[in-house]
């Protein structure tokens, strides 16, 4: 496991989203982030395939964890993924963030999903500086 921002910590304590999903966060700092999970039964369509929306939640998981280190509190405002390939039951599915720009209110981060090694996925989005209550 790499390093993760103290806030990205406090985040993730209280985001049960995390254990339903089976994603874990591995590294999140300096505008990159990387989380990962293992292709189970419960995440295939009918195809045999892991769902598009699974592979989906885990590039914006990413994107969020890499947008939280350079706005601190951030929502996705705007999400494009690209499937490439498909992911099958017992692959392991890695995702690095890396932000490309950021002003302080917004920030762009591009993910790229892999399983076993082999790119899968693109996804490009914009995060947004939110308050939190």
């Known amino acids: 496991m790499g390093a993760v921002d103290p806030l990205v910590r406090e985040i993730l304590a209280g985001e049960p989203s995390l254990a339903w999903f089976g994603f874990t966060v591995d590294e999140a700092v300096s505008g990159r982030a990387v989380a990962s999970t ?16 699974f592979v989906f939640a885990l590039a914006d998981q990413a994107f969020a964890m890499a947008a939280t280190t350079v706005l601190h509190f951030s929502a996705t405002a705007d999400a494009q993924i690209h499937y490439l390939a498909p992911a099958h039951v017992g692959q392991r599915l890695v995702a690095t963030a890396q932000t490309s720009w950021h002003d ?16 899968i996925a693109t996804y490009s989005g914009m995060a947004r500086a939110v308050r939190r209550t």
């Open 38 to 53: 293992q292709v189970g039964p419960e995440h295939v369509n009918a195809n045999g395939m892991a769902h598009g929306g």
């Open 104 to 119: 302080g209110r917004r920030a762009v981060v591009d993910v790229i999903v892999t399983a076993d090694g082999d790119v």
